[in-house]
């Protein structure tokens, strides 16, 4: 069915321009000033039409964790969001380490997700860090992403094996850089005299950033596919753009959450993340690296918790926060509209556009003629305040609670159908 969007400002080669926007469940078909067709119109009364979101560090819980989220709570959290592609990290039960279950893991997803949902697959069986998974078996079934997200896999023959297969089949190996040696039994936040102040237990930069220059010096001898996960300091930011200046097949990515809060921010559980929030020098430095290129694209680590998980002490909460809903809004009132440091097309090229790219979505992160019909609408001239209990998301942990922001998702357009609307 075709349906056509009118009154809107189209954010098109760059601009926001007004523009109607014709397409159907296959893909945009035409972009120009007035459109004549017998299409079924969407009103979009002047707000602005931007390419759909993509988030490639997700948690949706399921299988396995239902408590937390499942499948359909997550893309429909997706979508109110903006987000109509994501990449969900396999930390699930169980583990997606072979094939056979990867099968079952895809028939789950293709039935409960609103949304593009691509699951990764682990890196090696059971996350365990021992032997690597069956990755040609689930490359087979068109996973091309495989992490072992959650812990750090600090074994570098197996890094090795891993980042020659990703060279040989184009797949990427996504790294959450973290080694427990550096990270003391109940440590929760950054380390530093504010967590001495508050009698909690730090974790220092090189708990990130050590492992990391392991990795990328295995990555220097391989120059295979290889993909940071949830950069936080400035160590690591440097480390990067190091490898990227020898010409090394690496990116990044940086949370919401990193871009915006530092470590004497943290009140208690809500601001527990893993990695933690640090310095306003680090932050800083993740902010310029964004802005140079030493990082690549903003994710979320989108993180949901029962209130059971969150509601303790510091030391035995459990580390994570739910964004996914609440990320553009924060973003673009901050960067774009507040500050004014970034522009709307640059904020929609590290939320959508590169992280397509660099995962091998196809014609995903543009309005153009001839690209996907993914897309959401968005009110840029109106003011909100973060609301868990508007969540879709079972989750309801945010630090973000009261935050005032001046963008709101109307509606959310996948694949040519609307998934999500106000």
């Known amino acids: 069915m075709k349906r056509l969007i009118r009154n809107a400002k189209v954010l098109y080669h760059g601009e926001l321009v007004e523009k109607e926007v014709l397409f159907d469940e296959t893909q945009i078909l035409k972009i120009d000033d007035h459109i004549d067709t017998d299409a079924q119109v969407i009103d979009a009364e002047g707000n602005a039409v931007l390419p759909g979101l993509v988030d490639v560090h997700v948690h949706f819980r399921q299988p396995g964790r239902e408590a937390k989220e ?11 969001g903006g987000f109509t592609s994501v990449f969900a990290m396999p930390n ?12 079952d893991y895809l028939k789950l997803i293709e039935k409960e997700s609103v949304i593009h ?4 697959g682990t890196i090696t069986r059971n996350e365990a ?6 990755l040609d078996g689930m490359n087979q079934l068109g996973v091309r992403w495989f992490s072992d997200d959650g812990v750090g896999m600090n074994n570098q023959d197996l890094m090795k094996q891993a980042l020659l297969y990703s060279k040989e089949h184009g797949c990427i190996i996504a790294c959450h850089t973290e080694d427990l040696a550096f990270r003391k039994p109940g440590a929760s ?22 492992p990391l220059i392991a990795d990328l010096k295995t990555e220097k001898e391989v120059n295979g596919r290889y993909h940071a996960c949830h950069i936080s300091s400035s160590q690591s930011v440097e480390a990067l753009r190091q490898a990227k200046q020898a010409g090394l097949d690496v990116s990044g990515e940086v949370t919401v959450h990193h871009l915006l809060l530092e470590n004497t921010d943290v009140k208690g559980p809500m601001w527990k993340m893993n990695p933690p929030l640090r310095t306003h020098a680090d932050r800083m430095s993740l902010i310029e690296g964004l802005e140079s290129g030493a990082l690549d694209f903003i994710a979320n680590d989108h993180a949901p918790h029962t209130a059971e998980d969150k509601n303790t002490t510091m030391d035995k909460a459990a580390f994570g926060i739910v964004s996914i809903e609440t990320a553009f809004p924060l973003l673009y009132t901050e960067f774009v509209h507040n500050t004014k ?10 939320m959508s ?32 305040r973060i609301d868990p209990s508007t969540f879709y998301s079972k989750g309801k942990n945010t630090p ?21 609307k106000e």
């Open 70 to 80: 499942t499948i359909h709570t997550g893309s429909l959290a997706a979508a109110h």
């Open 92 to 103: 699930v039960i169980p583990s997606p380490d072979d094939a056979d279950i990867m099968k």
């Open 117 to 120: 949902t691509y699951p990764y």
């Open 129 to 134: 860090g021992k032997q690597l998974s069956d």
């Open 189 to 210: 936040v950054h380390e530093s005299a504010y967590a001495a102040q508050h009698g909690w237990i730090g974790i220092p930069d090189e708990c990130e950033s050590a």
């Open 341 to 350: 440091r970034w522009t709307l097309q640059q904020l929609i090229e590290w």
């Open 353 to 384: 556009e590169k992280p397509a790219a660099r995962f091998g979505l196809e014609k995903t992160g543009r309005i153009e003629e001839g690209w996907k019909a993914d897309m959401f609408i968005a009110d840029l001239n109106t003011t909100d």
């Open 400 to 420: 973000f609670i009261g935050w005032e922001t001046c963008a709101k998702i109307k509606e959310t357009i996948v694949d040519g159908k609307t998934v999500w």
